[in-house]
């Protein structure tokens, strides 16, 4: 099935994972997606170097990128430039994370081609934002969204190490922001006729995630409680381990609701007139204690014996913690639609799915992701299939707007 952006054009000049990552989400949702790329490739295209020299694919290049077209067009050519510029002409959507100074070089511009192509959808996501002291300043997710966005600061334990984030966890977030306000952009545009400038950068993304601290402090001016697991205030809503060594969370977020069920699962039913901690204000105040005291309870039995209990009880809310291949083998993970498998000729590879199903307009994997200027001759010739058709038109004819 085609998906639910069938017919749709973007034509991506991007680079890493923040811009090409929304790129393709919607080339997985139908779109056709040009990418743009110098003569030595998006550079994370090179990452699968450093994962060995028998590494038939790239984990952090080819899902974020398959079913895309690639051109190879060197921007600081004038010819090449200009074969840019008719591309982006043929397009619904401008896609971009290049910085908006080194755009404007190049003639591509938000103004510049939104005057040109006034319905044209120009997204482009920063590190910092279009306007104030560090709009112009490059960025990684590492530093915008990780560290100078508060998120490395708001999930660390006061007196250790900084935790790290994973691959791309900010692109990510990113990306998903951008296809959304592409399609909202497109709906726009649907009914008005109207193409417009939507931007966003890795600083807003980590601000919303962990918005719920901002607004604690912007709303009500309070500081932001630190979590450790060891005196968490709510000692049902915390992290443990059993006697294999596994982890697990319970999730007992209504306190008093989860209380009677924790204390029957452990066998304490005693605890339940313990002035300790018979109240939510009572478990908070003695947090330390009754945690270290399920730390030893939850030590006599494996996990698994734990998941029978806790799974016998009617909502009792936990979760295991799971490793990735815990998470891959997770029948549920499947179920729920989490992979897909890129098949094209030779090319086989299970990968994470987009997570977003469209169940009128369902969509599937077209494609692999593209070597390096595939499909160079092949746009190239379609632009000039296009200029031929253009030029055939008898004169007073109607010119019809890029599609």
């Known amino acids: 099935m085609p998906g639910p952006m069938e017919g749709v054009r973007v034509v991506e000049i991007g680079m890493w994972v923040a811009g090409p990552s929304a790129g393709g989400m919607l080339a997985d949702w139908g779109a056709d997606v040009i990418k743009i790329e110098p003569p030595g490739g998006d550079p994370i295209r090179g990452v699968q170097a450093v994962l060995g020299p028998d590494v038939p694919s790239n984990p952090f290049f080819d899902p974020d990128n398959r079913a895309k077209r690639s051109i190879v067009l060197n921007l600081r050519d004038e010819d090449d430039r200009a074969t840019a510029d008719e591309l982006i002409g043929t397009a619904d959507v401008f896609l971009t994370n290049l910085r908006p100074a080194a755009l404007g070089r190049l003639g591509f511009g938000s103004d510049t081609l939104l005057a040109r192509y006034p319905r044209l959808v120009y997204a482009i996501v920063t590190g910092y934002g279009l306007t104030g002291p560090d709009a112009g300043v490059g960025a990684y997710d590492m530093g915008s969204y990780w560290a100078r966005g508060g998120v490395a600061d708001l999930l660390s334990v006061p007196g250790q190490q900084l935790p790290t984030q994973r ?25 008005t006729g109207e193409g417009q400038l939507v931007s966003t950068s890795l600083l807003r993304v980590a601000a919303y995630q962990v918005s719920s601290d901002f607004n604690m402090k912007l709303m009500i001016d309070r500081d932001v409680v630190y979590s450790d697991r060891a005196t968490e205030d709510n000692p049902l809503w915390n992290h443990y381990r059993a006697g294999d060594g596994q982890a697990f969370w319970l999730i007992g977020v209504e306190s008093d609701r989860h209380w009677p069920a924790l204390t029957r699962l452990v066998g304490r039913p005693e605890w339940i007139a313990d002035e300790r901690f018979a109240t939510r204000q009572a478990r908070k105040a003695n947090s330390a204690t009754l945690i270290a005291e ?24 936990w979760a295991p913690v799971h490793t990735v291949d815990d998470v891959i083998a997770d029948p549920q993970t499947a179920a729920s639609g989490a992979f ?21 307009t369902p969509w599937t994997v077209r494609t692999r992701a593209p070597r390096l200027g595939e499909h160079t001759e092949e746009v190239r010739r379609e632009l000039a299939e296009r200029r031929t058709a253009s030029r055939q038109r008898r004169p007073g004819e109607l010119r019809g707007t890029p599609s």
Do not use: C
Request: proline residues 4%; negative net charge.
């Open 294 to 317: 399920l730390d030893a309870l939850f030590a006599e039995h494996p996990r698994a014996e734990w998941a029978r209990r806790f799974d016998a009880e009617k909502d009792f809310f």
């Open 167 to 191: 691959s791309g966890m900010g692109d990510h977030f990113a990306g998903m922001t951008v296809a959304g306000m592409i399609s909202a952009a497109l709906f726009h545009r649907e009914r």
């Open 340 to 360: 897909v498998h890129v098949t094209d000729g030779s090319y086989d590879r299970p990968m994470i799915a987009t997570p977003a199903d469209f169940h009128g």
